[in-house]
């Protein structure tokens, strides 16, 4: 499998960048960054990209993938709508929109959020941009789409947060979450189990196309399975 990820620097993006770099059936990881993240790997490739809304002076280099890894995002603290619109809403369906048109058969996976709003009409404004935002995915002709909504990620791997906030949280609170991890494995997850859902819906497809944290558990059920059987 020949994968895209979009937001490799990201926590999310760091832990879907590992699972693939580890997964022997991935041949090989196009991550598209607008800086390099010094991240060296026989698998994987950079393109350094500088407006993340035009996608003509790559395109060439954009077709021949099975699947694409969206974790790229931002949060909504401190932004209003229009600019919230802009990052999500915007800059996610120009890359999706490009790829659909030159891989036809290629599986799309965005990371929302728990609490995406998919009547896209709801009083909590990031909710309701994601809601958007999936719906607009699920309308492209892909393959397949699926819309991932993580409630809690922990980081796994010495994976940080790109948002000072998150890390300052994380830096105390993960031995919490850890034991919340535990203690409701469908309620919370992390970034490996995260990754390793994400690729095998790629794989395999998944039963549903929104997938909240309790169908996420049941992706990385199935996957450890399939693994195991081999
Ligand atoms: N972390 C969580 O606990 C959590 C839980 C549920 C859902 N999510 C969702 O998962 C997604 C990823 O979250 P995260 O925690 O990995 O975020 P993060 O650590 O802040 O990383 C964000 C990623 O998006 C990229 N990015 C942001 N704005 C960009 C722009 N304008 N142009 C190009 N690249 C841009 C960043 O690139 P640079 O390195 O260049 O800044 C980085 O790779 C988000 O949509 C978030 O809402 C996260």
């Known amino acids: 499998?020949?994968?895209?990820?979009?937001?490799?620097?990201?926590?999310?993006?760091?832990?879907?960048?590992r699972e693939c770099l580890l997964d022997?059936?991935?041949?090989?990881?196009?991550s598209i960054v607008r800086r390099s993240s010094g991240a060296q790997h026989a698998k994987l490739r950079e393109i350094v990209l500088s407006d993340f809304y035009d996608y003509s002076t790559i395109e060439g280099q954009l077709a021949g993938y099975d699947a694409c890894f969206f974790t790229l995002g931002a949060s909504s603290v401190g932004m209003n709508e229009a600019a919230y619109r802009r990052v999500t809403y915007d800059l996610t369906l120009a890359a999706a929109s490009t790829l659909a048109r030159l891989n036809p058969a290629m599986t799309f996976l965005y990371v929302s959020g728990a609490g995406t709003?998919?009547?896209?009409?709801g009083r909590t404004m990031w909710?309701?941009?994601?809601?958007?935002?999936?719906?607009?995915?699920?309308?492209?002709?892909?393959?397949?789409?699926?819309?991932f909504r993580p409630g809690l990620i922990v980081p796994r791997h010495g994976i940080r947060s790109k948002t000072r906030l998150y890390r300052i949280i994380y830096s105390f609170a993960t031995p919490i979450f850890s034991v919340l991890e535990?203690?409701?494995p469908k309620q919370v997850t992390d970034t490996e189990k995260l990754g390793r859902a994400m690729i095998d819906a790629a794989r395999f497809g998944a039963p549903k196309h929104v997938l909240e944290t309790s169908d996420i558990y049941e992706l990385v059920k199935r996957d450890a399975a399939s693994r195991r059987s081999v």
Request: charged content about 20%; overall charge neutral; glycine content about 12%.
């Open 1 to 17: 499998m020949r994968v895209l990820l979009f937001g490799a620097t990201g926590m999310v993006g760091q832990g879907v960048l």
């Open 127 to 147: 909710a309701r941009v994601k809601g958007e935002t999936e719906n607009a995915l699920l309308s492209l002709p892909f393959k397949a789409a699926y819309m």
């Open 182 to 184: 535990a203690a409701l």
């Open 24 to 30: 022997p059936e991935i041949e090989g990881v196009l």
């Open 117 to 121: 709003d998919s009547t896209a009409r």
